[in-house]
């Protein structure tokens, strides 16, 4: 899990494979979860987990600036609230202390650490249909799975539940 307690620790900030930053600002300034989050939070469960930043402004090319979040509650509640929620997301792999509010500078940034999915879990989708609603990490990118990969991996799944019973 990647930690940020000061300006000089978001300086050295660069999204990976495991580290997703946005801005989570809203239409009115006052912070509002992505609606890109989801495809985040799917392939981070998909693949090695990794941490999502809300409250930062990308500069350029792995340069980040503290923009914070002015409600960051309400932008914890609107997840909370999308992950209870099975016609958003087909599960819930949090734990209760995976998500915080961190202040720095006076100014109020959302981290969300996301585990790896049990295998029992994957793969975690958005919306109704895993077959359109699937994504892996590749790099910084959040890769939505052609049907074919997602049937072989609930075919994997199926076949390492069956050979553990």
């Known amino acids: 899990m990647t930690a940020l307690h000061t300006l000089d620790d978001i300086n050295a900030l660069k999204e990976t494979w495991q580290i997703e930053c946005k801005l989570a600002l809203g239409r009115h300034g006052e912070g509002a979860l992505p609606e890109d989050v989801w495809e985040t939070y799917s392939a981070f469960a998909n693949t090695n987990g990794g941490d999502i930043f809300l409250g930062l402004r990308e500069l350029g090319p792995a340069e980040y600036e503290l923009a914070g979040i002015p409600n960051p509650q309400k932008v914890v509640d609107e ?3 999308g992950l209870n929620n ?19 500078d006076g ?7 996301v585990p790896q999915a049990p295998v029992y879990l994957r793969p ?7 077959l359109t609603g699937t994504y892996v990490r590749s790099g910084e990118a959040d890769l939505r ?17 069956v050979s553990k019973s």
């Open 79 to 81: 997840f909370m609230a």
């Open 145 to 161: 799975l052609d049907p074919d990969r997602v049937r072989r991996i609930q075919s994997r799944v199926r076949n390492q539940l």
């Open 86 to 104: 099975p016609g958003l997301v087909s599960a819930n792999v949090l734990c209760i202390d995976s998500i915080g509010i961190v202040v720095i």
């Open 107 to 113: 100014k109020s940034l959302v981290h969300i650490n």
């Open 124 to 130: 975690v989708y958005i919306g109704n249909d895993p």
